[in-house]
């Protein structure tokens, strides 16, 4: 798997958009960037992912820079219920069973 | 309903007591992959098996047994159980093809406590 680094965590205003940054700057050229997030302590819940070209969903937006090393989850209009970690993880090519969701950021959004 | 179940939800047993927590998916998956939650570590991969009869190591695999004997079952064995497994264990699967895999779709978690 290429590493991943993500902030231990962040704060967001209820409304605001919340920009969540991961950095993969070893990723190779057709690993793709998942998203995911855990809420309290449910199951981790998929969010979005991406290769090359940025991505939107129903839940977020996914920026992914130019020389794929860095990535940006976006969500528009976070509220209260988007309180969660949210992991960055990129499943390696070669071996592509395994996944390490490290400890992903801590959002809070407050109101 | 697509889902990924996993029983008991919370299960309390002694040292020793061989004790296995079921997984199943109705979704067809290939792809299927265990993965404990502790305090401080995040979320750490056991086993995952990328179709029936394969089975692979993940990163944290000892004291833990797999069998992936049918696609939509997975159960997670723990022979002797030590307090040092007291975790909360999450299910996963995913579509999975040849080396790709999909987003995975994750179990409800079986909170376990080993006294």
């Known amino acids: 798997d290429a590493k991943t680094t993500q902030p231990p965590s962040m704060d967001c205003a209820e409304g605001r958009a919340a920009n969540l940054p991961c950095n993969h700057s070893?990723?190779?050229?057709?690993?793709?960037v998942y998203w995911y997030r855990q809420i309290h302590s449910q199951g981790p819940q998929y969010i979005i992912h991406?290769?090359?070209n940025n991505e939107t969903n129903e839940m977020a937006s996914l920026i992914i820079t130019e020389d794929r090393k860095s990535s940006t989850l976006i969500l528009p209009h976070a509220t209260l219920r988007d309180t969660a970690v949210y992991y960055c993880?990129?499943?390696?090519?070669?071996?592509?069973?395994?996944?390490?969701f490290g400890d992903g950021t801590t959002l809070t959004v407050k109101p | 309903e697509a889902q990924v179940t996993q029983n008991p939800r919370y299960l309390i047993t002694v040292t020793g007591k061989k004790l296995t927590v079921t997984c199943s998916q109705n979704?067809?998956?290939?792809?299927m992959s265990w993965y404990r939650q502790d305090p401080g570590l995040g979320l750490r991969q056991i086993y995952y098996?990328?179709?029936?009869?394969?089975?692979d190591k993940g990163d944290v695999p000892e004291g833990y047994k797999v069998s992936r004997k049918e696609k939509r079952n997975f159960p997670l064995i723990l022979e002797s159980p030590s307090p040092n497994q007291t975790s909360l264990y999450f299910c996963?699967?995913?579509?999975?093809?040849?080396?790709?895999?999909?987003?995975?779709?994750f179990g409800p978690g079986t909170r376990l406590t080993v006294t």
């Open positions: 098996s990328m179709n029936v009869e394969v089975t």
């Open positions: 979704m067809n998956h290939e792809y």
């Open positions: 996963a699967s995913s579509l999975g093809r040849a080396t790709i895999v999909y987003e995975q779709y």
């Open positions: 991406g290769l090359k």
């Open positions: 070893t990723i190779s050229g057709n690993e793709y």
């Open positions: 993880i990129v499943p390696g090519s070669l071996n592509a069973g395994k996944s390490t």
